[in-house]
């Protein structure tokens, strides 16, 4: 079956550096639009960043955008955010998702799988 698996998460101060990893297994990765989604304690779960199958095409949050990097190998079946100058309300629990649809969206409704997410946790 398919599986979702995210690492990297941690305890960071403001200002630092993390980099998320999902790896993934079961599905054939390079036909998946994959994304970053996050959720914080009594708030609904927010589309963080995606990256598209075919050319890489990325897109961000506006709360994120110059801070948070997503790419992806697909040689390793792996999809990564690189999240640099985090602050407090980036706290949150990071999902990552699959979905077959080639236009890349920021709707969860429309991702086909999840992973069990990472806690990021950053302190003042």
């Known amino acids: 079956q398919v599986q979702l698996v995210e690492s990297g998460g941690g305890l960071v101060q403001a200002g630092g550096d993390l980099r998320l990893s999902c790896a993934a297994s079961?599905?054939?990765?390079?036909?998946?639009?994959m994304a970053w989604f996050r959720q914080a304690p009594g708030k609904e779960r927010e589309f963080v960043a995606a990256i598209s199958t075919s050319y890489l095409r990325t897109t961000y949050a506006d709360s994120v955008k110059g801070r948070f990097t997503i790419s992806r190998d697909n040689a390793k079946n792996t999809v990564y955010l690189q999240m640099n100058s985090l602050k407090p309300e980036d706290t949150a629990v990071y999902y990552c998702?699959?979905?077959?649809?080639?236009?890349?969206?920021?709707?969860?409704?429309?991702?086909?799988?999840w992973g069990q997410g990472t806690q990021v946790t950053v302190s003042s």
């Open positions: 998702a699959a979905t077959n649809i080639v236009v890349v969206t920021t709707t969860p409704g429309r991702y086909d799988y």
């Open positions: 079961g599905l054939t990765f390079s036909r998946y639009a």
